[in-house]
């Protein structure tokens, strides 16, 4: 699809004229009209704003061109799939379980490999297969290429056993002890439950990230 399509679906979509369109991202009406005409493509700072606004990567507004891989995990991306910097807007290099509120969440690739695994174990590799791939695959990619660079000098780590340290010490009786706390996208982890009155209820929130771990 190209990009005076994709804009033209999007606003039709949120139900805006163009007139709106236009006030949201601080242009005139008749440039959003060139835009869906095919005439002019948005400028690299419209398009962040229409990336914002839409919710959608900006890669998704050219017509997808590229196809958006996690520079940490090697996951392909959807849009709804992309991490987000701390402001909200999406950061196209990584998923949202590498990089979650402008937090690196992988500091190890090890540990990374530990957690990909059993995953692509249920999708037809074995587990062997699996660590070779993610062993060749993940020195390739650039947050590792860039690791020294990109990495916070393991302030997120000490932070999570910090954590780790401090749940423990609560000595919940029958609670098994938490070894390590990965990153969980609330999306994923805000599951639904029904009250005796049979209203459901969620208690966490779709758009944050959170540390977590599940005790056998
Ligand atoms: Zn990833």
Redesign the pocket.
């Known amino acids: 699809m190209e990009t005076k399509d994709v804009i033209l679906g999007l606003r039709t979509k949120s139900g805006m004229s163009q007139d709106e369109l236009a006030e949201k991202v601080f242009v005139t009406r008749q440039a959003v009209s060139r835009w869906e005409n095919g005439e002019t493509v948005p400028n690299t700072e419209t398009l962040k704003l229409l990336s914002n606004l839409f919710n959608v990567s900006i890669n998704t507004l050219l017509g997808a061109p590229r196809k958006l891989v996690?520079?940490?995990?090697?996951?392909p991306?959807e849009d709804e799939?992309i991490?987000r910097n701390s402001d909200g807007t999406l950061n196209e290099d990584?998923?949202?379980?590498?990089?979650a509120d402008g937090t690196y969440t992988?500091s190890d690739m090890d540990d990374?490999i530990n957690v990909c695994v059993p995953h692509m174990a249920k999708e037809g590799f074995t587990e062997e297969q699996a660590r070779a791939y993610m062993k060749q695959l993940l020195p390739k990619l650039d947050y590792w290429k860039r690791y020294e660079e990109l990495s916070d000098g393991g302030q997120f780590e000490e932070f999570k056993r910090k954590l780790v340290k401090e749940i423990n010490d609560l000595h919940i009786e029958g609670m098994p002890r938490v070894e390590k706390l990965n990153a969980l996208v609330g999306s994923y982890v805000n599951l639904a439950y029904r009250l005796p009155s049979g209203t459901e209820v969620r208690f966490l929130d779709d758009k944050t990230t959170y540390l977590g771990t599940q005790l056998e």
């Open positions: 996690c520079q940490c995990c090697g996951m991306l799939l991490g990584y998923c949202k379980w590498c990089y992988y990374l």
